[in-house]
């Protein structure tokens, strides 16, 4: 039957408070508490949920980075996920991987795999990139179903339902395709213990960039990582008409 | 004998043996160590000089696993804490206040954990547990803990209380009837020894059982039994032979409900309030004999065993609460201000801090140890004593001091601190008071101490 690609990505702790690094090249990222980017939990939740309902065979959980994004993929094996691969990015190469750069190795990997959907999550919390989904469909010329709430398997086709700005858009695009995962698709599962220590038996395949033949070379640079501008203190005014006056008076409108 | 402690990096842990003629005494002074244990900080790098047979055998005390990994969980057991956790947070912290108020049983959230496995940690895949070990059993109890109190008590009574002794001493039939049933959350257990006459004096229980034809016929009261209310069967413990005093003990499975078998009132109490705690009452309770648990008058000796497990859980279901309560104390350091800045930064605030973080740190270390020891088939008595002892005396310094620290908001229901220090205080007293637990420990040492 067929086999779907779900990309899980480490990144840090939605609970934790961001600092930025003393040189401003970036965010401290030593000795941080780090887990699956949420909406890869989501991707992964839609992919295992599809399996049990037997509309596919195989969900293989994907994840670039050093050696500790294996902790993310083990996650995702314990979610339910069968196996795992593990594309070996690290040191500078890692730092300046960006959504292109994975949407080549997702590609390469759908096509290796004969994957009939890859699935992500929308954007990664760190970056917020919002492009990775889009980019391996352009890159595969796959159709997309991104900011997906609901997923439906209709033989060979998917009815996606997307939340846009306009409201909710239903579509409907033939396998196979990359449907990235938005918040309200699903409820994420807890991986139960009898599965955390199926999870140790699973395999988890190690390559890296170049036995897909993909370049990992970026053409982004990031020059400067800030914090945000403290907050100031507002004015409250009394009035409608001072409003307008405050607004007015500072350029606003 | 020798000793072995040396300072490296202070992340790495390990329980070394003290000698009766201490040499390095320097090192020692700067550890103030104890004539009885230390606490020492071995160094990796140092050990081979000092005696390297020493090293190996405080190794193998240790049980199998390595000095490291008191440090540095096994990425199994980190997962297995980490969705504990995440559980907890989500699932238990945000109710866990209402479950208290209005004295809930909070039976979905019993359900969704029997389904993560975590209603029968221990209890083998075959039999429908999670087939982990003790210090997951250990993680997990404390992280529920953490989130709701009264939860991790009833995820504790059913893993060592309940299932425990029948793990360990029931038939393949009695594993199968009384065990699986009681793995994914549906049913729960409870174990019922305590009486009104006596608790801390188990061994004078005076719950009679005889035998009538082809059935066992129990007649007594027992009291303060958790979980009874909301438990499906019982192990129960009644005198077979009073003339052998505790040793003419035996113990006994009751389904719940069952004639003869009657609950008191629920009782009102300080803490863990979600929890049903009444006595059980048996008159002329009839069960198959098959319902023996273990060989006839060995009741005391199960009992005194399951406990023993039953003291690694609650020492962490005390840790739990304890890191709950030093949680919500520096949390409010960061956000109260007064005289100009966070009350964090004041050296009074700051104090309390520490202590608590080191009360729960170290009994967290001594729960770890009891449970690897435990894991490793090895005695764990002593080390389980200890951990209880010590979680249990961290859980209420550690409520305490939460209050004091949040000064007046620690004293009313809007923050979650009085609670803690309602759910610390029955973990210094049930499965043995933390006097009984001097005692076990000092019998322990007595009896290694033959001169």
């Known amino acids: 039957m067929s086999r779907v690609l779900v990309g899980v990505k480490r990144v840090i702790d939605y609970a934790v408070k961001i600092r930025v690094k003393p040189d401003h090249s970036g965010v401290v990222t030593d000795g941080v508490k780090h887990s699956m980017n949420p909406f890869c939990e989501i991707a992964v939740e839609e992919a295992v949920k599809l399996k049990e309902k037997k509309f596919i065979k195989e969900v293989v959980a994907v994840s670039c980075g050093p050696t500790q994004v294996t902790e993310t993929i083990r996650t995702a094996l314990a979610m339910g996920c069968d196996r795992g691969i593990h594309v070996e990015v690290s040191g500078k190469d890692y730092e300046a991987m960006g959504p292109l750069q994975i949407a080549k190795i997702f590609a390469a990997l759908a096509k290796k795999e004969e994957a009939s959907l890859v699935i992500l999550g929308k954007q990664a919390i760190d970056d917020d990139c919002n492009q990775t989904g889009q980019m391996t469909a352009a890159l595969l010329d796959w159709p997309q179903g991104t900011f997906a709430s609901e997923v439906t398997i209709d033989g060979e086709k998917v009815k996606v339902v997307r939340e846009i700005d306009g409201g909710l858009e239903t579509i409907k695009i033939s396998m196979p395709a990359v449907l990235t995962a938005d918040l309200r698709l699903n409820t994420p599962r807890y991986a139960t213990l009898p599965n955390i220590m199926k999870a140790k038996k699973k395999k988890i395949a190690n390559m890296k960039p170049a036995d897909l033949g993909v370049d990992m070379v970026s053409r982004v640079e990031v020059l400067r990582v800030d914090e945000p501008p403290t907050r100031l203190a507002g004015v409250k005014v009394e009035t409608v008409d001072d409003l307008v006056a405050k607004l007015k008076a500072n350029g606003t409108i | ?451």
């Open chain 2, 1 to 451: 004998m020798g000793l072995m402690i040396a300072v490296v990096n202070v992340s790495i842990i390990d329980i070394v043996y003290r000698s009766q003629k201490p040499c390095l005494s320097w090192l020692l002074g700067w550890l103030s160590m104890s004539q009885i244990h230390t606490i020492g900080i071995v160094p990796l790098s140092l050990s081979p000089h000092l005696s390297p047979s020493l090293s190996l055998s405080a190794l193998g005390l240790c049980g199998c696993r390595s000095l490291s990994s008191l440090a540095e969980l096994p990425e199994m057991h980190q997962m297995m804490r980490q969705t504990s956790r995440d559980y907890a947070d989500r699932e238990l912290a945000p109710i866990a206040g209402k479950l208290d108020k209005e004295h809930l049983f909070p039976a979905r959230q019993v359900r969704e954990l029997g389904a993560m496995g975590v209603m029968a940690v221990e209890v083998p895949e075959a039999l429908g547990g999670a087939g982990m070990d003790y210090l997951a059993y250990s993680l997990a109890v404390e992280e529920i803990s953490r989130g709701c109190g009264s939860t991790g008590c009833v995820v504790s009574v059913n893993n060592s209380l309940y299932i425990g002794p029948i793990l360990k001493f029931g038939t393949p039939e009695q594993k199968d009837q009384w065990i699986t049933p009681f793995t994914n959350g549906e049913k729960v257990g409870c174990f019922a020894l305590s009486e009104p006459d006596n608790g801390s004096d188990a061994g004078a229980a005076s719950t009679l059982a005889r035998q009538e034809g082809e059935e066992w016929v129990l007649n007594g009261t027992k009291a303060w039994i958790s979980n009874c209310w909301d438990a499906s069967a019982t192990v129960v413990f009644a005198t077979t032979d009073k003339s052998l005093k505790h040793k003419g003990i035996s113990a006994f499975l009751v389904p719940m409900p069952h004639p003869g078998l009657s609950l008191g009132k629920k009782e009102d109490k300080l803490g863990i309030r979600a929890t049903s705690t009444a006595n059980l009452i048996l008159e002329d309770c009839r069960i198959p004999l098959g319902n023996m648990l273990g060989p006839r008058g060995s009741g005391f000796k199960i009992a005194m065993q399951t406990l023993d497990g039953g003291r690694i859980g609650i020492a962490s279901q005390a840790l739990g609460i304890a890191q709950a309560a030093l949680d919500c104390a520096v949390d409010y350091a960061h956000k109260r201000t007064a005289f100009g800045a966070p009350i964090g930064k004041l050296q009074a605030v700051q104090f309390k801090l520490a202590d608590m973080a080191v009360a729960v740190e170290s009994a967290r270390l001594l729960t770890w140890k009891a449970a690897m020891l435990k894991d490793a088939k090895k005695t764990f008595t002593k080390e389980a004593a200890m951990a209880k002892l010590s979680a249990s005396e961290a859980a209420t310094f550690c409520g305490h001091q939460s209050i004091q620290v949040l000064g007046g908001m620690g004293y009313v229901t809007d923050m979650p601190a009085e609670r803690h220090y309602r759910d610390a205080r029955i973990t210094e007293i049930y499965e043995g008071t933390s006097e009984i637990q001097r005692l076990v420990i000092a019998g322990q040492l007595l009896k290694e101490y033959v001169p």
